[in-house]
């Protein structure tokens, strides 16, 4: 199985950064993608970013041009870089990954993270 890592997050004023940084390990022959989600109280769960293997990244229209998604390969880790935060960027950040455990077996097992609280004060 995928275990996931997630470090960054936390208290920040509106206009100001973060970096959210999550890390894969155990049982992994090839990861598909690496990305991030996030859900707001009350809300539903929904893509923020994601970074495919062949490297092409896929932006939630609300972060295009303030938040960055990439990946280090060798580290089998993915970033998310948040600039110009503002309050609505409020939520629980979840790591995901899609990945196969076995070059024997052909199914990609989708991987969450436990979530790390960004909060955004105005």
């Known amino acids: 199985q995928v275990q996931l890592v997630e470090s960054g997050g936390g208290l920040v004023q509106a206009g100001g950064s973060l970096i959210l940084s999550c890390a894969a390990s155990?049982?992994?022959?090839?990861?598909?993608?690496m990305g991030w989600y996030r859900q707001a109280p009350g809300k539903q769960r929904d893509l923020v970013a994601e970074?495919?293997?062949?490297?092409?990244?896929n932006y939630a229209d609300s972060v295009k041009g303030r938040f960055t998604c990439s990946r280090d390969v060798a580290k089998n880790t993915v970033y998310l870089q948040m600039n110009i935060l503002q309050p609505e960027d409020t939520a629980v950040y979840y790591c995901?990954?899609?990945?196969?455990?076995?070059?024997?077996?052909?199914?990609?097992?989708?991987?969450w993270g436990q979530g790390t609280q960004v909060t955004v004060s105005s």
């Open positions: 970074i495919t293997s062949a490297g092409t990244t």
């Open positions: 995901n990954v899609r990945a196969r455990w076995s070059r024997f077996i052909n199914v990609v097992g989708d991987y």
């Open positions: 155990g049982s992994i022959f090839s990861i598909n993608t």
